[in-house]
């Protein structure tokens, strides 16, 4: 307990909700299935974002994470994502659709995402697609109808996408908000509440943003079930 509470306090890291969780401080402790360590093979250690949620998200609990840009939170987000797909896949008469939705404020952001989300999917056949405005939606319409596990979109093209009848989400079962305080600067709001209303009930939701305003937590109390919250720094509010 002493080296957890060290290593909370070293890289200024709060936890709010359940105190039992421990989190992964390296790779090659438990808690990671082990072909995904494959996925972070070029890490020498998790960030700390990575190390205090993963066992949170990996446990099927909501999540709350706050930290600055660069903090390493794809992957916090990410390699969660695939064992959730890995468990899905083996049960039984699970309904094909993609099962993991990654919402983002930005094109580039949302490839940036992707392009990470595609590379650790690869490890254990896990598909990708990128939705975003600004070009035909052809190729996106295509892609989604071979068949994705993963989407990773901005909220204006997928609504449209979904509004067409192109993009089922009812079968999301794992929903990432990410740099949900930007989103909701950029006034996604409406869409973004429509988007988390066509997934499933019983989802598991992550929500990540640099700040934590009334705006964040309105929209994580409304869509969020007993989350856990890590703070890493002590960010703008
Ligand atoms: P954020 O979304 O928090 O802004 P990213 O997830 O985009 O940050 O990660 C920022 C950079 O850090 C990326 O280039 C990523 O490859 C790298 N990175 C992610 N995890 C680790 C790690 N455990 N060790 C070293 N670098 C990492
Ligand atoms: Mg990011």
Redesign the pocket.
């Known amino acids: 307990q002493s080296d957890i509470d060290a290593y909370y306090k070293k890289n200024a890291i709060e936890v709010v909700g359940d105190q039992s969780y421990r989190p992964i401080m390296e ?1 090659s402790q438990s808690g990671l299935p082990s072909n995904f360590l494959k996925v ?1 093979k ?6 700390p ?2 190390a205090s949620t993963w066992p949170i998200s990996l446990s099927g609990r909501d999540l709350i994470g706050i ?10 987000f ?1 390699l969660p994502a695939l064992v959730h797909i890995q468990a899905k896949r083996r049960d039984a008469g699970n309904k094909k659709g993609p099962t993991v939705l990654v919402v983002a404020p930005t094109r580039e ?1 949302a490839m ?2 992707q392009e ?1 989300a595609e590379a650790a999917g690869k490890e254990c056949g896990v598909k990708t697609v990128c939705i975003y405005g600004g070009v035909p939606k052809d190729a996106q319409k295509k892609a989604i109808r071979s068949g994705v596990d993963i989407i990773v979109a901005t909220p204006g093209r997928l609504i449209d996408l979904m509004e067409e009848g192109a993009c089922d989400i009812s079968s999301v079962s794992y929903l990432v908000l ?2 949900a305080d930007r989103m909701l600067d950029i006034g996604f709001e409406e869409a973004i509440r429509k988007i988390i209303s066509n997934t499933r009930e019983d989802r598991q939701t992550l929500m ?1 943003s ?1 700040t934590w305003p009334e705006s964040v937590r309105k929209l994580a109390h409304d869509f969020l079930s007993k989350p856990m919250r890590v703070t890493i720094g002590s960010p703008d509010l």
Do not use: M, Y
């Open positions: 790779f972070v070029n890490f020498k250690n998790p960030t974002i990575q930290a600055e840009t660069g903090s390493g939170k794809t992957l916090a990410t952001l940036q995402s990470q990410d740099e990540f640099a």
